[in-house]
């Protein structure tokens, strides 16, 4: 008993001797002792290799575990880490956990310069007080610009500034190794899908800057080939997207333009002011709820104007910030539809927000892009949760300049496309916008017979209702197809045409 007690004493003194020591000293005597398989992290708060232990520090209890006592030590409490953890600092551990959580790491790819050089977006829980925000404000230096809750996610996204210029990826790096921060990212950049010039397509442009005194006697005006070959006609002689919402993430609308009268339903703008009216919005808007001049897809859909794209020369960019807001308060809005005539990088938080989005029932549709064959998938388009169009012309070619991929969902008219654009007037453009654009209307033609229609549903049916281009089946250029509108409307599952629905 005298022997036992003493060996109890003196491993008692041995455990409590390693639990005193400081942080580095556990990694000094695993780089004696341990034979772990990890890479030493020398100089790291509880640097140790892989393998057994996970703990701060663990390597090192291990090799007295299995020197003296295993059973002893494995007893205690485990610190913080898992197994697999082994090899980087504790803190580390705990935070790559989190940041798993919240859809991987932010700091962007190597190369990447779609981004605000100076800014970065980071997320906070809701429950952080306004002192903890300051202190990591006051931490990393920066400077905040704007705050945003986006119940969508239910955190809050704060916009900083890096006043001294510090490399982004350094200090989104460093945000995410602090236990307050949820995620960190760049500000990314997007840009607007028309006119592919950069893909070497020159800009066609006519504007015709008079009305006609009555509507002309075709269906729409007589230069929308697209009218014809998504048969519009005979899809509206059954709907015409009533009661249907859509939200338009663009640029500024021209509310007043003859094709968008009575069509705006509510409008949201996140940039300062002044508002400014811009072609690509009037023009998306007018290809879905056109009803004047021009028909468009749905022409009895209410539109959500939403203003996150700043006018910049003839084009004009948005922010992951205004995106993640225009995303919210769509929701919010019960939007049926969102519409995002826009391309950039693959973006986390924005991820995130149309993951959420889609699983409330909201159908995503977006432009694959005009960057053309050899571009990588540009995005919202190549997210899973979002239906990928791409562009044709009047004989059915693929637009030389759209993106290609697994990702792409379905093709539509995008080429020499007349479309409204403010000051009411008109103007030929090109660009995989309009293609998107006019399948969100097709897609509002479908939920108003079936307004429960799920997302897949809803890609189920356009897919199936395609007419096939290109190789036989799909492809990565045309996706299933050409959209038929008569067809998705006439074959939705238990579909029913809405009281609401007036042919005119």
Do not use: C
């Not at 209890?61 to 880490?81: D, E, K, R, Y």
């Not at 703008?269 to 919005?281: E, I, N, R």
């Not at 479309?419 to 509002?444: C, D, F, K, L, R």
Request: no cysteine.
């Amino acid at each position: 008993m005298t022997i036992r007690r003493s060996v109890a004493l003196f491993l008692a003194a041995a455990i409590a001797a390693v639990f005193a020591l400081p942080d580095a000293a556990p990694a000094q005597r695993l780089d004696r002792g341990y034979q772990g398989g990890g890479d030493k992290m020398p100089g790291s708060r509880g640097g140790g290799g892989g393998g057994h232990g996970g703990w701060r520090g663990g390597g090192g209890l291990v090799g007295l575990g299995v020197g003296i006592a295993t059973g002893v030590i494995m007893s205690a409490p485990p610190a913080q880490g898992t197994p697999q953890d082994a090899g980087k600092p504790a803190k580390r551990q705990s935070d790559a956990s989190r940041n798993t959580r919240r859809g991987g790491s932010g700091v962007p790819p190597a190369g990447e310069r779609r981004l605000v050089p100076d800014e970065v977006v980071v997320e906070m829980p809701n429950t952080m007080t306004a002192a903890t925000v300051d202190a990591v404000q006051r931490r990393f230096r920066l400077t905040r610009l704007d705050v945003q809750p986006i119940p969508l996610i239910g955190s809050t996204f704060y916009r900083f500034r890096i006043p001294d210029r510090s490399n982004v990826p350094a200090v989104v790096r460093s945000l995410e190794g602090d236990r307050r921060v949820a995620s960190a990212q760049p500000n990314y950049l997007y840009a607007l899908q028309q006119d592919a010039n950069a893909a070497g397509d020159a800009k066609t442009e006519t504007k015709i800057e008079t009305m006609p005194a009555a509507k002309p006697a075709s269906y729409g005006d007589p230069a929308q080939y697209a009218v014809t070959k998504m048969r519009l006609q005979d899809a509206h002689a059954i709907a015409k997207g009533g009661n249907i919402k859509i939200a338009v993430i663009d640029s500024g609308i021209d509310a007043e333009h003859p094709e968008l009268a009575g069509a705006i339903a509510g409008s949201f703008d996140t940039l300062k002011p002044p508002f400014a009216p811009h072609a690509h919005g009037t023009a998306i808007a007018a290809l879905i709820a056109g009803h004047s001049r021009l028909m468009g897809s749905a022409p009895a859909a209410s539109i959500l104007a939403v203003r996150t794209f700043d006018p910049s020369g003839s084009g004009a960019e948005a922010t992951t910030f205004n995106i993640l807001k225009g995303i919210d308060w769509s929701v919010a809005q019960r939007a049926n539809i969102i519409n995002m005539s826009f391309a950039g990088p693959a973006d986390p938080a924005i991820h995130r927000a149309l993951e959420a989005a889609h699983k409330k029932g909201i159908v995503l549709i977006a432009a694959a892009g005009n960057a053309g064959a050899k571009s990588p998938p540009l995005y919202p388009a190549a997210d899973p949760n979002v239906i990928a169009v791409t562009a044709t012309d009047a004989t059915d070619q693929l637009f030389k300049g759209s993106n290609r991929g697994r990702h792409i969902a379905v093709a539509a008219p995008g080429v020499d496309i007349l479309v409204a654009v403010p000051n009411g007037g008109y103007e030929i453009s090109t660009g995989t916008s309009y293609s998107a654009a006019e399948v969100s209307g097709i897609v509002a033609l479908a939920l108003q017979r079936k307004t429960d229609l799920t997302p897949v549903a809803v890609r189920n049916l356009l897919l199936s209702t395609a007419k096939d281009l290109g190789k036989a089946g799909r492809d990565d250029d045309f996706g299933a197809g050409s959209v038929d509108a008569y067809r998705t409307v006439t074959e939705v599952p238990g579909g029913q045409v809405s009281d609401a629905l007036a042919p005119k």
